[in-house]
């Protein structure tokens, strides 16, 4: 900014004046006016008035979408698919633009090359985009280990039941943020890892201790830190089963007091220290008749409400594992099943859409570029 001299002429009585009327000028428009008239000053245009346009919070933001919708595209959106290609054919844009689904889970059969999933992400988008103007969510599961989606493209983690061994949390977070980058660039959103399990089997827990294994679930929630949403599964701990609840249902026979002090404290731990926005939290299928005696964990009000947005106030997305597993499939209906696991003991669908809809406007807002409940 250019500098003015002024050049004193009148001795200290003429600059003393300039003084008074220079602060007279700048700050009153009756100064301003007279220094107009003298010549002292440019007269300029009077800035045009604006009126303030008010901010929409994000829960105004939800309210507004909500209150388009209809209850079939809200029951939509709280869907998650698997798909059967590896391209978008009359028949999933048919499903996309018909039912007006939420979500999409690819797996090995949906995914050939780098290019294919990326034109297949894209193409999925431009088609919920064109449907509902709301963006997918777009998963896969990529846990490392025995658990990964194409192998021979992506950095694959080790078992997480070696990185806990090794002692070493900044491996684990490292191995988040290369995951995070790769599927990323694949047009994939959203990470179903890690696991918050105690004593997994097939290497997938970092650990049978509650405390070590909090630890390094909180070292993977990196990919917080590159906009990727994931995924701790599978509450409230499915280390202590016996049986594949991909096969069949299992009642996990411990007391309460065990459950929280062991399996649920490292969701406990992720849940008070990270933004419950940037993650979900997948529900087994598998009965804990000490935390409700009837229904398995995806059917829970007593678990869902109470324990999970209740008592530990986690206000995140809450989805299921999938409805096609032996634990819930050979006992229930489909059509059951997802009314059953949309409203536990008939909560209301509402604010499950709510959470629902703040993740997918903050996603849309590139913060972050299945049943729900």
């Not at 200290?12 to 220094?35: E, P, T, W, Y």
Request: hydrophobic letters at 45%; aromatic letters at 6%.
């Amino acid at each position: 900014m250019n500098k003015k001299k002024i050049i004193v002429i009148g001795g200290l009585g003429m600059l003393i004046l300039a003084i008074v009327f220079g602060h007279f000028a700048a700050n009153s428009s009756q100064g301003h006016n007279l220094a107009v008239q003298f010549g002292i000053v440019e007269e300029t245009a009077k800035p045009a008035t604006v009126k303030a346009v008010k901010q929409l919070t994000i829960d105004e933001q939800v309210e507004g979408v909500l209150s388009k919708m209809s209850d079939g595209q809200k029951i939509g959106q709280m869907l998650m698919i698997g798909i059967q290609g590896q391209n978008v054919d009359d028949n999933l844009r048919y499903s996309l633009n018909k039912y007006n689904i939420g979500g999409i889970i690819l797996f090995d059969w949906n995914m050939d090359t780098p290019q294919q999933v990326q034109k297949l992400t894209a193409d999925l988008q431009k088609e919920a985009k064109q449907a509902e103007d709301l963006p997918l969510f777009i998963a896969v599961d990529e846990e490392g280990g025995q658990v990964v989606r194409m192998l021979q493209y992506l950095t694959v983690a080790p078992e997480a039941e070696k990185l806990g061994q090794s002692g070493d949390e900044q491996a684990v977070a490292d191995y988040a943020h290369k995951t995070a980058a790769e599927i990323k660039a694949l047009g994939i959103n959203v990470n179903f890892a890690p696991d918050a399990d105690l004593g997994l089997s097939h290497g997938r827990s970092y650990s049978k201790d509650p405390q070590q294994a909090a630890k390094f679930v909180a070292a993977a929630g990196a990919y917080q830190a590159d906009q990727l949403l994931f995924s701790l599964k599978h509450f409230p701990g499915i280390g202590k089963s016996k049986v594949d609840s991909h096969l069949m249902s299992s009642e996990i026979m411990v007391t309460r007091d065990k459950l929280e002090k062991e399996d649920i404290t490292p969701f406990r731990f992720i849940i008070n220290s990270i933004d419950n926005s940037d993650f979900f939290i997948m529900v087994s299928h598998l009965k804990y008749p000490a935390l409700d005696a009837e229904n398995p964990t995806s059917l829970s009000h007593a678990i869902m409400q109470d324990i999970l947005r209740q008592q530990l106030r986690f206000n995140g997305l809450i989805i299921t594992d999938d409805m096609e597993m032996g634990a819930v499939a050979k006992l229930y209906s489909f059509d059951e099943l997802g009314v059953r696991a949309a409203m536990p003991e008939r909560i209301s669908c509402w604010s499950a859409m709510n959470t629902i809809m703040k993740s997918l406007l903050i996603m849309a807002c590139c913060k972050h570029c299945v049943t729900i409940g």
